[in-house]
């Protein structure tokens, strides 16, 4: 019995160390199991590599590294010296994953185990990040023992280089981050409307043409302004052999994408003779989707096997990446060549008419020892029997796909999209749109609740998507991806319940010194003052709240419009307010101003603060503050989608507000957002309602779509006084997009913020 206490306790104190001590590293992504012991390794230039010939890849990428970054070059030697200072990898075949390993460091030497090169290369990255790159020759390091592996097979980050072109040494450096946050899939995005990247032998046209355009989108894509400057560049298939080398020294394999059938507008202008219409057309200079598509003749799909004979020779990617997004079908709906393939072929409408082009496009890449992946439109028409699915427009695909028991990779745009912006849209760089900020990545789950355990397994992991329509220049690609990357790898690898998010902020403000060295230009969104109101005092105001993650007693603002100063109030709780005011805030630090003043414009009005119902929940992915959104007194931005916008997909926005008592009042103002390239479309009818008991609803007055078209984003309604209690705002959606506008054929987004009753 006291053997069995005493074990207890030396179970209990190694497990304290394990939990609590991880924040005190920087290593990201959390090992399942990390425990600091006694001691340190000191690495010198006497510290030597014991020889293990299985290993020989993963040990010249450390003397690489250590030549590089920190200043040592270290020898190899066959045998285990006798007073210890070594570091030696061992083939340990018992691990419960290829990925997995056993890294120990204590004062004699460093061991790195693994059943594979893998798992020795994944102990060398969290290695790495115990080592300060500061070229010292002598190097104290922490002495711990960790037992590591991943939690999910695929962990990726995709890269758009068809908007535009990145040189492949940057290419290669975006590999070198994926892999020191150990991920292990790059999907290489090469063609679409705007670009073809990849050399085709048989087709020198599609770079010849295919890969330049006369110009580009100045701006958002709402401005409709371009310039007229050549842009262009593809990779030869040497350089794309040279890639695909260097990203398997780094255990990382490459998928490529070759968009079809639609986003395809780089290759028909190559090739006019493979669209239905046979029309000359321009590598499109704007972004969106375009209406031409490859037509499913014949000669069509021979044009592709040639292209993707050669694709999958250059790549020895169990999947290749054929698109399937996007597919607009108007073409192939008044294509007489169509309609009487889908007579032949006894297919009902274009969606099964695209089934059709995968299927036919699956056949030959299982031909050839390979399998397709496609975004999750390709569900549409009837999924090819082999295909594995990529999820972007939510979750709902991936669900569908894994209980068909087809493989996926979830990617929805609300948490892994990281071309939406990451902090207050004022401070931060043109981006598309969206609002995803590290915490939300860092709170995704990649296995959807709704799946069994059974069904669950078909889901392979998950990864980021860099589109890169706003996003011009390697530094910028960096600023967008960095540090999400850094959260999403860790809710890829580490194990779900140790996933801690103020943990991680922890361990992050640490690991930044290690990007600082590096050179990379990631975001400082993470400083940001993040905010939040509530109602207060029986909901006639609000309170508004500002955190950090810093240190909050650094928080200064005023209440007058003025800058703050070291000066100026100093924050300690939620502040009051209980009437019209501009609240500036600002996070200072050794007498300085670290980010910039985030400014707050409170408007109060008879609805401010009141409670709020409503019919249907905005979508998961647009929820701001939930339906106090709608009465918090702050208007979200009419230029653009931040964070205080509700969002519904194809549903309509029905809100009831509880004055609490009878209330006169015969004004309502609603803001909208009108910004069709993001899918986001103003409502087609608005109509105001009102009651006494809040269950019988009176129609006021109706607000038809041809008035609403004399508006922008805010609009004014006027009617006779009211003295009711209850007031209900119903804002109808589009449903779906219309042709002509961007995402045709999908749901269309109604985005509702302030509803202003006076």
């Not at 185990?113 to 102990?123: C, K, L, N, Q, R």
């Not at 600002?586 to 119902?613: C, E, R």
């Not at 105001?688 to 007055?701: A, P, R």
């Amino acid at each position: 019995m006291k053997l069995n206490i005493l074990f207890l306790y030396f179970v209990t104190i190694l497990s304290l160390k394990s939990f609590s001590q991880p924040a005190s590293l920087p290593l990201i992504p959390k090992p399942a199991e990390l425990i600091i012991t006694e001691g340190v390794f000191k690495l010198s230039a006497q510290t030597v590599l014991v020889q293990n010939k299985l290993f020989k890849n993963e040990e010249l990428l450390l003397q690489k590294y250590l030549l590089e970054h920190v200043g040592n070059s270290i020898k190899v030697v066959a045998k285990i010296p006798a007073k210890g200072n070594y570091i030696h990898f061992k083939n340990k075949k018992t691990l419960i994953d290829t990925e997995a390993y056993h890294l120990n460091i204590n004062p004699q030497h460093i061991s790195i185990e693994a059943t594979s090169g893998a798992g020795i290369f994944y102990g060398l990255q969290t290695l790495f990040q115990l080592l300060p790159l500061n070229g010292n020759q002598l190097i104290n390091i922490p002495s711990l023992v960790v037992n590591d592996h991943p939690r999910y097979k695929w962990r990726g980050m995709h890269l758009d280089c068809s908007r535009h072109f990145f040189p492949v040494n940057f290419v290669k450096m975006y590999i070198d981050y994926l892999a020191m946050y150990k991920m292990n899939s790059f999907h290489w995005h090469l063609t679409d409307d705007q670009g073809w990247r990849i050399e085709i032998k048989k087709y020198p046209v599609l770079t010849s043409t295919g890969a330049y355009r006369n110009g580009s989108m100045i701006g958002h894509y709402r401005d409709h302004t371009f310039d007229s400057i050549k842009y262009g560049g593809y990779y030869t298939q040497d350089e794309i052999k040279d890639v695909i080398a260097y990203a398997a020294q780094r255990h990382i394999n490459i998928v490529p994408e070759i968009e079809m059938p639609g986003h395809a507008v780089a290759a028909l202008a190559a090739y006019p003779q493979y669209a239905c219409s046979g029309k000359p057309v321009e590598v499109s200079k704007q972004w969106g989707v375009e209406s031409n598509v490859f037509c499913p003749t014949e000669e069509t799909f021979l044009f592709l096997e040639n292209i993707l004979t050669e694709v999958i020779a250059l790549f020895p990617s169990k999947y290749i990446h054929i698109g399937g997004d996007e597919v607009p079908k108007e073409e192939w709906n008044n294509s007489a060549y169509c309609k009487a393939l889908m007579l032949k072929e006894n297919l009902k409408d274009a969606h099964e008419l695209q089934g059709y082009f995968m299927k036919r496009i699956e056949k030959f890449v299982n031909s050839k020892g390979r399998k397709i992946i496609g975004w999750d439109e390709i569900l549409e028409g009837g999924l090819a029997p082999n295909a594995a699915v990529m999820s972007w427009r939510g979750t709902e695909g991936g669900i569908t796909a894994a209980k068909q028991k087809h493989f996926v990779v979830m990617s929805p745009g609300s948490h892994c999209y990281f071309d939406h912006y990451q902090g207050n849209p004022d401070n931060e760089p043109v981006a598309i749109g969206g609002y995803t900020p590290i915490e939300k990545v860092y709170a995704y789950e990649p296995t959807p609740d709704e799946l069994t355990a059974e069904e669950s397994k078909y889901i392979m992991g998950a990864q980021g998507n860099v589109w890169t329509e706003y996003i011009h220049t390697p530094e910028e690609v960096e600023y967008m991806a960095m540090p999400r990357m850094a959260a999403l790898a860790e809710v890829l690898w580490s194990p779900k319940q140790q996933r801690d998010y103020i943990n991680f902020r922890s361990r992050l403000l640490l690991h930044f010194k290690l990007l600082d060295q590096q050179k990379i230009n990631y975001a400082k969104s993470v400083y940001e003052l993040k905010t939040l109101v509530s109602p207060a005092n029986q909901n006639t105001s609000v309170l508004y709240s500002v955190t950090t993650i810093a240190d909050p007693t650094g928080i200064r603002y005023t209440t007058d419009s003025s800058e703050p100063s070291l000066q100026s109030h100093i924050y300690s709780e939620p502040i009051l307010i209980n009437k019209s005011t501009c609240i500036k805030t600002a996070y200072f630090k050794d007498d300085k101003q670290l980010n910039k003043t985030l400014t707050t414009n409170f408007i109060i009005h008879k609805a401010t603060g009141k409670t709020v119902t409503l019919k249907d929940l905005p979508s998961p992915n647009f929820s701001a503050d939930g339906p106090f959104t709608l009465v918090n007194g702050i208007r979200g931005n009419l230029g653009r989608f931040d964070n205080k916008w509700l969002g519904f997909c194809a549903k309509n926005m029905e809100a009831v507000i509880d004055f609490g008592e009878p209330t006169s009042y015969s004004n309502v103002t609603i803001d909208y957002l009108n910004l069709t390239e993001s899918w986001i479309h103003p409502p087609q009818k608005i109509i105001i309602y009102t009651s006494t008991d809040g269950l019988n609803f009176s129609e006021v007055k109706t607000v038809s779509s041809d008035e609403l078209k004399k508006y922008n984003n805010t609009i004014q309604i006027t009617f006779t006084v009211q003295h009711t209690q209850y007031l209900k705002v119903v804002a109808e959606s589009i449903g779906i997009i219309p042709s002509g506008f961007p995402g045709a054929g999908n749901e269309a987004n109604l985005f509702i913020d302030e509803i202003v009753v006076e």
